[in-house]
């Protein structure tokens, strides 16, 4: 009873997450909005042999009954777009005697985008809850959101009020001010807000041949137990159009950071040399090469679109935190994919995102495809990151293919991940790299049903102990669409790994039925 008095009180403390762009949304709506009010529920039923994802020789069967009642809300007017989507999730158990398993849970994803002074002042925002993997070592998050092991809740907020003003034809400017705050629930990660502000001066389009564009940036973040620390960025941008679909360009600017370091440089000047070339309407490609105080630096996006198909390719490498991963998460979005392949076929961008949205409905397809864990870290950490996704899709099928590469070297001191080392040592995450690729395939069996079918794969090492983790998970399912209010799924999952902490392997079998109500 204890246990779930202080869940309680948790959703209670993590309701405010929402609340700043909600309020501001609901005060900046103009007299004729229509806001659209949908009350959801879905029930689930899940059988599973291990439902604490313990090593082989101990696990335990459950029977877990899932309510999740949920609302999203709406708004999309030409002055202001809000949408957010809000779920509580309730387990209950077979046997009240789980260990590593939860009672209940939320997510939320809200977005804020509004106009509040035309070609003056503006106002983005965005809220979210979700679960997150502690350690890239440990168990990782399939499905099997009932589970307690290495995850936990983080609830994430950002405001932004910004100045944009254009200067006829021949300059724009921004100056834009973002308070945001990431919240872990744990000790060992600290709870951390952020005040950033943001200059910039682009020239427009009476600038045919050469263009130009100047960016200052100030970042105060607040820790409650790493050092808190300051970031200071300046750059310049010029860029020369050889043809309509051929440009140079180039790059120079400072960077300049202060966290804990042993001897290494943290401020230094940067420059780039770059082309952006645009063949056509369907193909672009933006790469560049320079070099920044940690070292040299590349950066690449290719994007190539057919009718049916959607090509992918991009690099960068950048200095980051957990906890601005948290904010601008860098996986490869199932949404951003279908929507690149739907974009032939639906242009206009609000109808095309709603046939997005049902697709992945329908589809029963996850938020995101094969993506490296943003494990839990105090520390600023340098990071590489290469992607490759293709959708392809036929009248009847969808297919989608993705793979990562992603490899973090920390730059501060470990000493503020003291309280996260565990058994693996305050150096685990030193060094990492992590590789995975997945697989989808989604075929439709009448215009109601459709039957899934995914793999995905990942493999984690620390290079500096030497330490692996390894994490497969297979799905099969089934998706029915009853009614324009009501849909079922049902799925078969089987996943298996292997801990570092816990130096052993674990799998789980799992069946799950669902039903989804719109009230």
Not at 400 to 407: E, G, H, I, Y
Not at 458 to 463: K, M
Not at 484 to 512: K, W
């Amino acid at each position: 009873m204890g246990k779930r008095r202080g869940s309680a009180a948790a959703l209670c403390r993590c309701l405010p997450v929402c609340l700043p762009a909600a309020l501001l949304a609901l005060q900046m709506a103009p007299a004729r909005a229509e806001w659209k009010f949908t009350p959801t529920v879905d029930l689930r039923g899940t059988y599973t042999d291990n439902v604490g994802l313990t090593s082989d020789d101990k696990k335990e069967g459950r029977f877990i009954a899932e309510a999740t009642p949920g609302f999203t809300l709406s708004n999309n007017t030409p002055r202001l777009k809000f949408s957010t989507r809000y779920q509580l999730h309730y387990y209950g158990y077979d046997d009240e005697g789980v260990e590593g398993a939860r009672h209940f849970q939320s997510t939320l994803s809200s977005q804020l985008s509004s106009v509040l002074v035309d070609d003056l002042l503006y106002m983005d925002g965005d809220a979210a809850i979700g679960q997150q993997a502690i350690s890239a070592f440990g168990p990782q998050i399939n499905s099997n959101s009932y589970s307690s092991v290495n995850q936990t809740s983080v609830k994430s907020w950002r405001i932004s009020p910004y100045l944009r003003h254009s200067f006829g034809a021949t300059a724009s400017t921004t100056l834009r001010y973002t308070r945001d705050s990431v919240d872990a629930g744990r000790s060992g990660l600290g709870d951390s807000s952020g005040d950033s502000l943001l200059f910039n001066l682009n020239s427009g389009p009476l600038f045919r041949r050469v263009g130009w564009g100047l960016q200052a940036n100030y970042q105060r973040l607040h820790d409650s137990i790493a050092p808190n620390t300051n970031v200071k960025n300046v750059s310049s941008y010029l860029r020369y159009h050889l043809s309509d679909t051929f440009s140079l360009t180039g790059s120079g600017g400072y960077d300049e950071y202060d966290y804990q370091t042993i001897g290494e440089p943290v401020k230094g000047k940067s420059w780039s040399v770059g082309f952006d070339w645009t063949p056509s309407l369907r193909t672009s490609v933006r790469a560049s090469a320079g070099k920044r105080y940690y070292g040299n630096s590349y950066f690449l996006e290719a994007l190539h679109r057919s009718r049916r198909s959607v090509w992918n390719l991009s690099y960068n490498d950048a200095v980051t935190t957990s906890r601005s991963q948290f904010l601008l998460p860098s996986t490869v979005d199932t949404t951003t994919v279908i929507d690149r392949l739907f974009t032939a076929d639906i242009p206009d961008p609000v109808a095309r995102r709603a046939a997005v949205e049902a697709f992945i409905r329908a589809n029963g397809l996850p938020a995101a495809l094969a993506e490296s864990v943003n494990y839990f870290s105090n520390r600023y950490m340098l990071q590489k990151q290469l992607q490759l996704s293709v959708a392809y899709s036929t009248a009847r099928t969808t297919m989608v293919l993705s793979a990562f590469n992603t490899q973090r070297n920390a730059l501060s001191s470990f000493v503020a991940d003291g309280s996260l080392s565990g058994a693996g040592g305050g150096n685990v995450n030193d060094n990492t790299t992590q590789i995975g690729v997945s697989a989808l395939l989604s075929m439709r069996l009448t215009s109601r049903s459709n039957v899934n079918l995914s793999l995905t794969t990942a493999r984690n090492e620390s290079n500096t102990t030497n330490l692996e983790s390894r994490n497969t998970a297979l799905r099969l399912g089934m998706t029915r669409q009853f009614s324009p209010r009501m849909s079922g799924s049902t799925e078969l999952r089987h996943v298996t790994g292997n801990t570092v902490f816990g130096a052993s392997s674990y799998s789980e079998n799992a069946i799950t039925a669902s039903l989804s109500l719109k009230l």
